[in-house]
């Protein structure tokens, strides 16, 4: 059995599409067989409703009278990256307010854009014969600017590692406040929700796959940064720490602050809630085996994130069911679990997603390009040009 | 005769039963202990209920205080903003006493007041703001 793409889009247009959730298909396939659920399940839709630090939005201002060409942009007193052009600026989700630190960044600014609140922009430039003007100071909402969009280099990690802390303070971290003595342990990933789990070797999402980016189509647009598929994988393909990353794009002026959201880690920093879907076709027998993948066959490894270094002491393995149960055992110890990805909105998405095919509001693409089954996976060494 | 509700925390050095000994013999105090735990820096903490007349309570609080027990009115609450809340779970692994958990079949964050002991300790983990303690 083989299914097209294109069959599936015509299943969609007739309303005759049959799409379930990758929750939902555990239970069927489990039920009905490999070979029926193939040939019965049309799509199986994923997602994921997390943290992803590396985010970020190019807007473009528009030109005022006289213009000027923006050197240095604030956007609520949030730095932009001006580098480009007169009016287009990138803001990073995880940068940080001048006056408000870690209560405000760019994760903010992007969040207010879309619930439509106006922000301050304040933009300095030398000056130029074309560009005389040196300073601005105006407000902006979304339907004031030119384009917007969020250009994000490397979300929906394939897998994340877990973090506990092994020291005797409590500590501060990107993995969420870590309190001492193993007092508990924190992970990060959809589980069997989660879209690169589903295809772990990317047979369907691909470079131009349309996804559900925090509540518009948007597409996945290039691997993402530290892209690392040749992580090593178990039988059933998934990765046991982080492997595939994707770079998406979408409109930012058709998103909803429902599936994104700005937030602050105490003592790490500010960054951004995003919420992907993405659906993946059921296009041979092949991909159910993949898509019935449960919590109990996707395992982490638990590091931990007192030891300040990149290379962190392992705890072992654990699989996301023992997480998601809420308690593990490290040492014959039994530690409290808590999850920063929430599975509640990531159901949620895969939801929505799924009305929307079966509404007949989103079709499936063909990637134009795979993502790279190869990729070195560098480190950053400290080396004297001879040394290179 | 009065009633008040305290939370206690007694750091590691110090040990509880000849305090709440102290309690009852010396202050002519009833004494109801809601909740104790050790949270996992060691540190015990005790949600108690005091009544008596109104000065023991006064010279009681002095004398817990003078020991080295840090002593705080449980006259609060923690409140869960259900708009904010992303239903994440951070704060699941934080709070000691399991007064919050995820659901285990709809995924949603639940919050138990009465097994709350008021320790705190969830309160700076929240990374969208939505714990807050009411006075
Ligand atoms: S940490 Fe905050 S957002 Fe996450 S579940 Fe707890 S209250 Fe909700
Ligand atoms: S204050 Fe927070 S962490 Fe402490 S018991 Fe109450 S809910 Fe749990």
Aim: with cysteine; net charge neutral.
């Amino acid at each position: 059995m083989t299914r097209t793409i294109e069959e599936i889009n015509e299943k969609i247009k007739n309303g005759k599409v049959v799409v379930l959730n990758a929750e939902e298909i555990i239970d069927y396939a489990e039920k009905k067989g490999i070979k029926r659920t193939a040939k019965e399940v049309d799509v199986v839709t994923t997602a994921t409703f997390s943290p992803m630090c590396s985010s970020g939005a190019f807007l473009n201002f528009g030109h005022s009278d006289p213009p000027i060409k923006m050197t240095r942009v604030l956007l609520n007193d949030v730095p932009a990256y001006a580098g480009i052009a007169a009016v287009d600026a990138y803001i990073g989700a995880t940068e940080l307010s001048e006056t408000e630190g870690l209560n405000y960044g760019g994760a903010h600014v992007i969040e207010d854009l879309i619930s439509g609140k106006p922000i301050k922009l304040r933009a300095t430039s030398a000056g130029t014969d074309c560009y005389p003007r040196r300073e601005i100071e105006t407000y902006i909402t979304k339907d004031t600017i030119n384009q917007a969009y969020l250009f994000n280099p490397r979300n929906a990690y394939q897998n994340y590692t877990a973090a506990t802390n092994s020291s005797n303070r409590t500590i501060h971290t990107y993995m969420g406040k870590l309190l001492p003595n193993f007092g508990n342990v924190t992970y990060c990933s959809a589980g069997q929700l989660s879209p690169l789990l589903n295809d772990p070797y990317y047979r369907t999402i691909g470079i131009g796959t349309r996804i559900f980016l925090a509540g518009s189509q948007g597409y996945v647009s290039w691997h993402g940064t530290q892209h690392n598929p040749g992580k090593e994988r178990l039988p059933n393909g998934t990765p046991a720490g982080l492997a595939g990353t994707l770079a998406v794009i979408g409109n930012l002026k058709e998103m909803s602050p429902e599936y994104l959201r700005a937030c602050t880690f105490r003592g790490y920093g500010v960054t951004i809630f995003i919420g992907i879907g993405v659906p993946i076709p059921v296009i041979d027998e092949e991909m159910v085996e993949f898509l019935k993948i449960r919590d109990e066959d996707i395992y982490t490894e638990i590091f931990d994130y007192s030891v300040q270094r990149r290379n962190r002491p392992s705890y072992g393995k654990v699989n996301y069911r023992e997480l998601r149960s809420g308690k593990i055992k490290i040492k014959g110890k039994s530690i409290q679990t808590g999850s920063i990805s929430s599975y509640f909105k990531a159901l949620e998405i895969s939801n929505v997603l799924k009305q929307e095919i079966k509404k007949g509001k989103f079709y499936l693409t063909n990637y134009v390009a795979p993502l790279p089954a190869e990729e070195k996976y560098n480190t950053l060494d400290i080396l004297s040009r001879e040394e290179l | 005769m009065v009633r008040r509700k305290l939370v206690l925390s007694f750091p590691e050095n110090i040990v509880t039963s000849p305090i709440t000994y102290k309690l009852v013999k010396e202050f002519n105090l009833e004494f109801n202990i809601l909740r104790a735990e050790i949270t996992p820096d060691m540190e015990g903490k005790m949600l108690i209920e005091l009544r008596g007349d109104k000065a023991l309570i006064d010279d009681a609080i002095k004398y817990l205080t003078d020991t080295g027990v840090s002593v705080q009115e449980a006259a609060k609450d923690i409140i869960i903003s259900k708009n904010k809340c992303i239903d994440c779970g951070i704060c699941t692994s934080i709070c000691i006493t399991q007064a919050l958990t995820l659901d285990s079949s709809s995924f949603k964050l639940k919050f138990n007041k009465d097994k709350c002991i008021l320790c705190e300790l969830c309160l700076d983990c929240c990374p969208v703001s939505a714990i807050k303690v009411h006075i």
